[in-house]
């Protein structure tokens, strides 16, 4: 039918110039770096190419020139059925059905570089350009103690170390420049820094150099500078979070070229925060590669001789603080790490969520979408779980559960919880489907992807702690807690959200707990609580009867200085259960856990709980909510009685104001607000201006309903009848000016003179429309009024539920002199109380 489009087809395929530019384009941007079998489905389609014109196949395909069809609408409609019927000109944005026919509907959008493929790689993580970042992939095992790795024990005889700095040691590690609250982030690129990876570590001078190389410019990495201030003894400083002078916490690097049997010390120098789990027993993570290769051992606690202290030789802007322990290392030649905390990095979470696409059991109750781009240009993903309802009703009834971690990039405690968490309501268990069932989880697994990349402990790329961000109006600038938000609250629009729930790590309080916010609603009266009363009595395992859950550690007020947080911004958006989530670096010190360090199979553990927790909190069934209730009341009345132990309570204890009981979070882990860094005040004022100047132009008198005109009306006359009646009193009865009336008194008054001026305006109407009246008008006679009802009905209501009250009233015998007319009897029906109306709708000329 078409032999130019056959003949086209036999030529030589050759790739698509576009793509084969794009992919050029993006290579050499660093963008991808797969090879071209590997590009997504849609650079793989093969078009059709000759002599480089586009046009060649479309004008051919329409046939001779004696067969043009001259009609414009004919030769679109074949050209559009040919594009449809070629396989090679078929759109990729239009949907097709199984027949080949098109569905006038476009694909669902999605973001680039947001979806795995499982033969594709995973998406390569964007550093700032001011960053070097080397090639090497660092992976490590995980890997749980056969046996609780316990607190160190003080001895009270740490040698506390004299800090030297670069003028009594030598410099074995710096990085060169490191961005400051000076500048601020401005672009990003695929492995960082342009240009050669400088060897940062110094270099041996043969095999009996026993240096220690350092390294960290990997992801998720902070070490700043090493100095060697004797053989076996290292001075590290940390890197402040990136374009701020803050925020020294988490530690993560590599050391290389060890000694068996030597015993080293190291001494962290610029820490800011004055307590730490440190000095109550706390042991930095320590991994061996050569241990993992050869036995399978993992991340494990190690450390003697800890001492957290105070830095004597500070500068004097802000006091410093020293971590300092010493290590021996099992093998020679090794290559080790040091953490603050097990590392859970953004690659990390995107392997677990290939696993999860590519299985085809989880795919069809998880959907992987992109929430949207970090500052950076990485994804923040967005999980949805739930199992497919069976009808609408079914899916509109269920609740809404939100979970995110990680917007601390230093609290790798999150992920572990997390990860817990969707390594349960991922499987096959029978509670899990339950759960599927009932609820539609919304999970945000890494509402920092920038932080973690780059090594921060608690900001993002704009120099800002996210956790305070919650309530901005700066999109561009804090995308990440700006979507959530906005997700958040338009899912609260379509159902609701039963908890809200942000993981967070804590560096200064052992256990696991929670912080809520209490509840002024005396219906809902301790109710926030709980939740947590539930999942301390869950949390404890089974078979060891570990204790991994405080409740006595939680805290429900609400700070001025929180308020810009995940869990109160929520909770005032409306979600009773909101919380935040605090799980130690540490351990615990309760049941038989005491004085042991966590692991990441406790905090997975812990993810598993609060699945089970919600299953009771929900249940049909609301005996255990109720006892929880009860005991709560019990466990609140004897805190009262210990806080005011003088003071006579009786009856009169459960109106004291939950925030006067419970003393401030002074133990949060928190920092206060820096407010916005300078660049972005003036996009904030102006923003603020934009949005006061919509909110005046919505603040216009908006439109009244039919009831609100009757009632404003109402309120108008009885002004107006009151103004009347103020020289009333002084003509009736005698009385005098100043004497009142009572109400039924004052009432007859104003229906009195109100009769008498409708009765002047009555006879002047009909004399005027005696005057313009004709014999074709002849049957109009008078004007039906009802005084009485004009005062009980509204004028606008009543032209449509009042009945209209017929009267017939005689006119004068005599024509007015002059007048042509005849003697006349009039039927006008009038609206019941609406005079006012109704003598509008008459001629000019009879109102005069």
Known sequence: MFPALETELKQKILPDPYEDFMYHHLQYYGYFKAQRGSLPNSATHQHVWKNNNPRYLLSGSLGKRDDLILDPLQKEKRLYSLMLSSPLLK?????????????????????????????????????????????????????????????????????????????????????????????????????????????????????????????????????????????????????????????????????????????????????????????????????????????????????????????????????????????????????????H?????????????????????????????????????????????????????????????VLSARVHPGESNGSWIMKGFLDFILSKSPDAQLLRDTFIFKVVPMLNPDGVIVGNYRCSLAGRDLNRHYKTILKESFPCVWHTRNMIKRLLEEREVLLYCDFHGHSRKNNIFLYGCNNNDRKFWLHERVFPLMLSRNAPDKVSKKVQFSFHSCNFKVQKCKEGTGRVVMWRMGILNSYTMESTFGGSTLGNKRDTHFTTEDLKSLGYHVCDTLLDFCDPDRTKFMQCLAELKALLQQEIHKKFKDTDLEGSWSDISLSDIESSTSGSDSSLSDGLPVHLLNIANELNQKKKKMYKKKKRKPLQSRKQRNIQYQKNKLMQESELTEEAPSQANGRDRGTSLDPSEMTTLMLTKNKERMQELQHKVIQRLYLVCTEREARICSIMLSEEKHKLQPRASSRYEAKLVQKQIPCHKERPHGHSGIPILAHIHLPVGSLGHATRALPRCVLG
């Open 341 to 401: 905390f097990y590392p859970y990095t953004y690659t990390d979470l995107q392997c677990y969520l290939l696993s999860v696409t590519n299985n085809p059991v989880q795919s069809q109750f998880c959907k992987l979408r992109t929430l949207c781009q970090s500052l950076a240009g990485n994804t923040v993903y967005l999980l949805t779980i739930t199992n497919p309802a069976r009808t609408p009703q079914e899916a509109a009834a269920k609740k809404a559960v």
């Open 91 to 339: 759109s990729r944005q239009l949907l097709h059905d199984e027949f080949g026919k098109v569905n006038l509907r476009l694909r669902e959008p999605r973001g680039l570089f947001a979806f795995f493929s499982g033969s594709g790689p995973l998406q390569a993580p964007r550093w700032p350009v001011e960053c070097e970042v080397i090639k090497e992939n660092i992976h490590h095992i995980e890997w749980v103690p056969p046996q609780p790795e316990h607190f160190y024990q003080p001895t009270g005889s740490e040698k506390i170390p004299e800090i030297v700095g670069e003028e009594g040691g030598t410099v074995v590690y710096q990085l060169d420049s490191v961005p400051t609250e000076d500048s601020y982030f401005t672009r990003s690129r695929v492995g960082g820094k342009r240009g050669v990876i400088k060897e940062l570590a110094v270099t041996l001078q043969g095999p009996e150099d026993n240096t220690l190389l350092f390294e960290s410019r990997f992801e998720s990495g902070n070490l700043q500078k090493a100095v060697r201030v004797d053989t076996y003894t290292y001075e590290l400083t940390l890197r402040t979070d990136l374009y701020t002078r803050k925020h020294t916490q988490w530690f993560y690097f590599r050391v290389q070229n060890t000694r068996k049997d030597a015993t080293y010390r190291f001494t962290i120098v610029n820490l800011l925060k004055p307590k730490s789990l440190y000095t109550v027993g706390m042991k930095p993570l320590f991994y061996s590669q050569l241990d993992a290769k050869t036995h399978s051992i993992g991340w494990r606690r190690e450390g003697d001789e800890i001492k957290y202290y105070r830095n004597n030789s500070d500068d004097g802007q802000q006091p410093l603080y020293c971590l300092t322990w010493t290590i021996q290392f099992p093998h020679d030649q090794d290559t080790c790490f040091f953490a």
